[in-house]
């Protein structure tokens, strides 16, 4: 009994220091922690852009939706109604601009016209003006020369050289040239005052030019509205828009914040939404436990909600800063009283097989090769 009581007993040692062997190994070629979580970066807080009361909500906490998805969606009756009567409103302003651009064209192509013709009638009457003066001073060319010959006759008749008859036909002569002299200047005077009065209708014309002038601002104030209109309408559009609640990739609802019939402001969340594929492990590793972990390193990981599975991944990443430094009450350490605490830092574990039962913030321990 005694030899088999000394047997056990060196069995149960040596098993005992090889577990212990075992275990300092273990330790020693990996860096060892329980402070590990199932993490991701697509766990997203979704709202709405404006604020309203929820007509529907479509879909309920763990149930799958795929990228596009329509989630929930805002009352818009008001923002239809505000929609109908500023494209009321447009359409009356587009119709007013089009009826003041056709008023200006035609009053523009009016007074061009008009200028035109005003300007036509001047010249006409200005080359009538310049013919009559032409006539005129041929007029005055023959009554000089019969003036001349006149009193030429007049002398040879005081001689009894020439009949008196030949002096009556010259002071015909004379009378008639004398009043046709007359009649020119007569009609050059009215082709003047015609003349003048063409000048007052290019004036009365260049002065509706005026008009055109308002009009072209009354349009551009009109352009000014439409557009100004036209932008508070892409606004109402965009709000419509943003009643609507999509899916931003595909995934499963992790959280529903309200239900229908609750009137939210923007911002609010409404869903939140996870991808399970997109998965990785943090772990808040000891400074003391960080040497030969780097990039790269093979990881075993086992998840505390299945511990009989073994899952594999690589550090994919250790922070530069410690989880202490991001800390919201920062110690004080200003009165000289300090007590050195064990840092930790944050690594980021890839997962090579992951699962579609894993979900985040599960709890996690992990064992890192070391590489030295």
Do not use: W
Request: charged share 30%; proline share 2%; with cysteine.
């Amino acid at each position: 009994m005694k030899r088999i009581g000394t047997v056990v007993l060196v069995v149960l040692i040596v098993v005992f220091a090889l577990i212990g062997f075992n275990y300092v190994r273990y330790r020693t070629n990996n860096a060892v922690s329980d402070a590990a979580f199932v993490r991701t970066d697509s766990l997203t807080t979704l709202s709405f852009k404006v604020g309203g009361k929820i007509a529907s909500m479509r879909k309920i906490e763990g149930e799958e939706v795929k990228k596009g998805e329509l989630l929930a969606h805002i009352d818009d009756t008001d923002f239809l109604l505000a929609r109908d009567e500023l494209e009321r409103l447009l359409a009356s302003l587009h119709h007013k601009r089009e009826a003041l651009t056709l008023k200006r064209q035609k009053v523009a192509k009016e007074v061009e016209l008009q200028i035109a013709m005003a300007k036509e009638k001047r010249a006409a009457i200005q080359r009538q003006i310049e013919a009559r003066r032409a006539q005129m001073d041929v007029t005055r060319a023959k009554l000089r020369l019969v003036a001349k010959n006149l009193r030429r006759f007049q002398k040879l008749y005081r001689g009894n050289l020439v009949q008196k008859q030949k002096i009556d036909e010259l002071q015909t002569q004379k009378d008639v040239l004398m009043a046709t002299l007359k009649a020119q200047k007569a009609q050059i005077q009215a082709l003047q005052a015609q003349a003048i009065s063409a000048e007052d209708a290019i004036a009365a014309a260049k002065n509706e030019q005026k008009n055109v002038a308002i009009l072209d601002k009354e349009i551009a104030a009109l352009a000014k509205q439409i557009e100004a209109k036209q932008k508070a309408l892409q606004e109402l559009q965009n709000k419509i828009a943003y009643c609507n609640l999509y899916a931003p990739f595909t995934g499963r609802i992790a959280k529903k914040f309200v239900n229908t019939g609750r009137v939210v402001k923007k911002g609010s969340p409404i869903y939140a939404l996870v991808d399970p594929k997109d998965l990785h492990i943090e772990v808040l590793l000891s400074e003391k436990k960080l040497k030969g972990v780097k990039k790269g390193n093979k990881v075993l990981i086992h998840i505390d909600a299945y511990p009989k599975r073994n899952y594999h991944g690589k550090v994919q990443d250790i922070l530069p800063a410690s989880a202490a430094t991001f800390a919201l009450v920062p110690r004080d350490i200003a009165s000289g009283e300090f007590t050195k605490l064990d840092q930790r830092f944050v690594v980021r574990i890839t997962l090579d097989d992951p699962t579609p039962d894993l979900k985040v913030g599960m709890g996690a321990s992990v064992a890192i090769q070391r590489r030295h």
